[in-house]
């Protein structure tokens, strides 16, 4: 017995016709329909027919004498995302820029949960639902990340060989996915735990002398550097000195990411054909971006220790027999005894010095704009750190950072109302049907906006509001990630590697100087992010460390 079956409205409508015969229940037929039809969750699949109205059973549906239509909550039809009126030539741009984090708010509240985008001739789709972005982040069925797409976020740094620049179909992924991982591991970052706290000390120099001068700094500019030098000693091994003087320029390789970076992102912004020219920006991008990795690949030469042992991949002990990330990579070997290839070797190392430095600076400079901007947590970050033994001297462990129970709520909130990364994209492998309705074309993007689903009041009490203490109960940080409403490191096969050193890193530096300073603000403006890089970074706020000489006593609790 065959019955008719469509969705949508002209011109994208989609008809199937499907034997009901062997179909037992409303929801096998849903999810016949949701693989034929293509919906990302089937269970929201609703029937409808012009004369009847809703079909809420098998016998209804098997009867109906016309055409069925798949309908979702609300009763409403499949239909495609909306968006603001397109201009010629610059589609949204000037509706987007220069706000695009603002914008997208006022869209989402104006149309709705997805929205599509067009800017400069590229088309993108945006969403600030939480479910929706958990389909899209799910490698599989209907999603996966193609950076050789033009119209990705990313195709301006399409590295195949690395992770985070490569497409999923790549064959450098599974192997990349198959080693980088346990040279992260908590155990690993552990063990770097002694590197990272020493990197994290090189700035104190520097603040004793602007307390000491009374000096304010814009702190991205030294959260740069900053973390520029806390992921080289923990990849290649080098210290960089960032902070022999007050304004030490940063390294060579640490200015070339940033301007790689910034090149990269200004060209995806701008019309496709500007990004094949063979002067000017997109030029300069390439030129950086083989001077990047001529200077990665002595780094990470001089950073692998010359005749040592191979590392087993399968001992969970090998991370910390290694002098570094890039040690360990380019000595692992398999249950095969295969190694990396050099060449992904050195995508690997240049991807993660880039995606550690440029994502922490990020997360280290809103960490210092909620000390000062939020009332009340400076304090009590001091009080936690002498509760556990803060004396300027202590040399802080993995798991007695971790133990700190203040400091993961202000870190985690920091990353929910601050959060660094903002255009994680996917591709769609055919037409699909979102929840809610949402026909997305085959080959589109789509982005989940994860600082708008991370202040969405349909999830969050006073969204707005920085409370650390939302965080308390350990259950919420577990559910809010398994429902998406919680991706600062995005999720899925293509979630960040690097989690457990970017937590450990930030940690270490709040523990060295939060003990050690105030933090003032000295911002004299409203602070504002940067729209035209790669991750939202503030670009002017400043502060001054001052330095302390008073602490709270342990509370009575600890003592
Ligand atoms: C605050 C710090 C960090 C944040 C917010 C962050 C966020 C993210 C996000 C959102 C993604 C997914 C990107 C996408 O799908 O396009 C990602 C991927 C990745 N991250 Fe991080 N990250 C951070 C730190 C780090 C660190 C310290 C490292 C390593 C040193 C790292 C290495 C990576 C890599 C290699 C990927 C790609 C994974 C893949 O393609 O399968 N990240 N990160």
């Not at 992770?163 to 690993?188: G, I, N, Q, Y």
Request: net charge neutral; charged share 20%; glycine share 6%.
């Amino acid at each position: 017995m065959y019955q008719q079956f469509y969705m949508g409205k002209e011109p994208t409508i989609k008809r199937e016709s499907v034997d009901l015969s062997s179909i037992k229940t409303l929801r096998q037929l849903q999810s016949s329909l949701g693989q034929i039809f293509a919906w990302a969750d089937s269970s929201s699949i609703l029937f409808h027919s012009e004369s009847q109205g809703s079909l809420d059973s098998l016998e209804a549906i098997g009867s109906a004498k016309e055409a069925i239509e798949l309908r979702v909550a609300g009763r409403t039809s499949v239909q495609s995302p909306p968006g603001p009126r397109v201009l010629p030539v610059v589609g949204n741009h000037y509706e987007l820029y220069p706000d695009p984090l603002g914008n997208y708010d006022r869209l989402f509240a104006r149309l709705g949960p997805v929205i599509k985008t067009t800017n400069m001739g590229t088309t993108i789709y945006i969403t600030n639902d939480a479910e929706i972005s958990r389909h899209v982040l799910r490698e599989g069925e209907f999603f996966t990340k193609t950076t050789s797409d033009p119209s990705h976020p990313l195709f301006y740094m399409r590295e195949q060989t690395a992770l985070f620049t490569c497409d999923s179909e790549s064959p450098a992924f599974p192997l990349a996915h198959k080693f980088v991982p346990p040279a992260l591991s908590p155990r690993a970052i552990a063990h770097y735990g002694p590197l990272i706290q020493d990197a994290a000390r090189g700035v104190l120099n520097v603040f004793e002398e602007m307390s000491e001068r009374a000096l304010a700094c814009n702190i991205y500019q030294y959260m740069f550097k900053l973390a520029g030098q806390l992921v080289f000693r923990v990849m290649v091994g080098k210290d960089l000195q960032h902070f022999q003087e007050l304004n030490t320029p940063p390294t060579l390789a640490i200015r070339l990411f940033g301007e790689y970076l910034k090149l990269m992102k200004k060209t995806s912004l701008r019309p496709q054909w500007h990004g094949y020219l063979p002067f000017g920006e997109p030029a300069r991008l390439r030129v950086v971006r083989n001077l990047l990795f001529s200077t990665i690949e002595t780094e990470m030469d001089n950073a692998t220790t010359k005749g040592a042992e191979p590392l087993p991949l399968n001992d969970p002990m090998s991370p910390i027999k290694a002098a570094c990330v890039a040690d360990f990579l380019a000595r692992a070997r398999d249950t095969d005894g295969q190694g990396l290839p050099r060449d992904i070797l050195l995508g690997n190392t240049v991807v993660l010095l880039g995606a550690g430095f440029t994502t922490t600076s990020s997360l280290l400079s809103w960490a210092i704009y909620s000390l000062v901007k939020y009332p009340g947590n400076q304090q009590r970050l001091l009080q936690e750190l002498v509760d556990h033994g803060a004396d300027g001297e202590r040399k802080w462990s993995h798991d007695e950072l971790h133990a700190m129970k203040f400091m993961d709520c202000f870190v985690k909130e920091t990353m929910r109302l601050h959060s660094p990364s903002f255009q994680t994209g996917r591709n769609a492998k055919t037409d699909v049907v979102l929840p809610g309705g949402y026909l997305i074309p085959k080959g589109s993007i789509v982005i989940p906006c994860f600082p708008t689903i991370h202040k969405n009041p349909a999830y969050w009490d006073n969204p707005t509001r920085f409370e650390p203490d939302r965080w308390l109960d350990p259950t919420v940080a577990t559910t809010a990630t398994r429902k998406g409403i919680y991706s600062p490191f995005a999720a899925g096969a293509r979630g960040c590697v690097g989690f457990n050193l970017a937590t450990m890193q930030v940690k270490m530096v709040l523990a060295e100087l939060v003990y050690r300073y105030e933090f003032e603000d000295a911002s004299t403006e409203p602070v504002i992010y940067d729209p035209e890089f790669l991750v939202v970074r503030p670009l002017n706020f400043y502060a001054s460390p001052i330095r302390r000489t008073e602490w709270p006593s342990r509370s009575t609790a600890t003592k």
